[in-house]
T-cell receptor, first 113, second 115 residues
Framework: AQSVAQPEDQVNVAEGNPLTVKCTYSVSGNPYLFWYVQYPNRGLQFLLKYITGDNLVKGSYGFEAEFNKSQTSFHLKKPSALVSDSALYFCAVRDGGYSTLTFGKGTMLLVSP | DTAVSQTPKYLVTQMGNDKSIKCEQNLGHDTMYWYKQDSKKFLKIMFSYNNKELIINETVPNRFSPKSPDKAHLNLHINSLELGDSAVYFC??????????????FGSGTQLSVL
């Protein structure tokens, strides 16, 4: 079985500061990892994914994520936060093959001016 | 043009009623999904169709019946609505079900409130 944990319900950061949204996963095979963002009253939007290759993955809007196999983590990062980054962020994992995406419970990111 | 569109955006109804939510995608994708997001924002898959064929049916009450008239449409019909059905329902699509690196495209959601 596959699972995803996002240990923080909310992350607060000041504009201009770096941000990290944490995600850990559990799979039986190779993990395929994703980050999605949900703005208020909108559907989820794809940010980035890790399938194989470089552990640091770059995505939309200046976000990046680092895959760490030993720690089974895939934390989302951005060097300098913007107020417009405030949204709900979901980590998701797929265990390969035809398995479905399993989403974490989401982390609300609030960036203050 | 909206890639994945679902209607209605808001649905308020009484317990016991039957209602439908419609979803259409214009991306040419083969696979469509229904997800339920509860009040705590937890997102859980309900159904998935690939080329009009049901491929995923999670533990969902049989009051929920998806229907896919063609691969561009996946509608969700709910019978005998209950208070616990109140949630936001998201439709999504992807190019194929088997590609492990594929991403999902989501609609903007239908907020269902059962009174």
């Amino acid at each position: 079985a596959q699972s995803v944990a996002q240990p923080e319900d909310q992350v607060n950061v000041a504009e201009g500061n770096p941000l990290t949204v944490k995600c850990t996963y559990s799979v039986s095979g190779n993990p395929y990892l994703f980050w999605y963002v949900q703005y208020p009253n909108r559907g989820l939007q794809f940010l980035l994914k890790y399938i194989t290759g470089d552990n640091l993955v770059k995505g939309s809007y200046g976000f990046e994520a680092e895959f760490n196999k030993s720690q089974t983590s895939f934390h989302l990062k951005k060097p300098s936060a913007l107020v417009s980054d405030s949204a709900l962020y979901f980590c998701a994992v797929r265990d390969g093959g035809y398995s479905t995406l399993t989403f974490g419970k989401g982390t609300m990111l609030l960036v203050s001016p | 043009d909206t890639a994945v569109s679902q209607t209605p955006k808001y649905l308020v109804t009484q317990m016991g009623n039957d209602k439908s939510i419609k979803c259409e995608q214009n991306l040419g994708h083969d696979t469509m999904y229904w997800y339920k997001q509860d009040s705590k924002k937890f997102l859980k898959i309900m159904f998935s169709y690939n080329n009009k064929e049901l491929i995923i049916n999670e533990t969902v009450p049989n009051r929920f019946s998806p229907k896919s008239p063609d691969k561009a449409h996946l509608n969700l019909h709910i019978n005998s609505l209950e208070l616990g059905d109140s949630a936001v329902y998201f439709c999504a699509s992807s190019q194929d079900r088997g590609l492990i690196n594929e991403k999902l495209f989501f609609g903007s959601g239908t907020q269902l409130s059962v009174l």
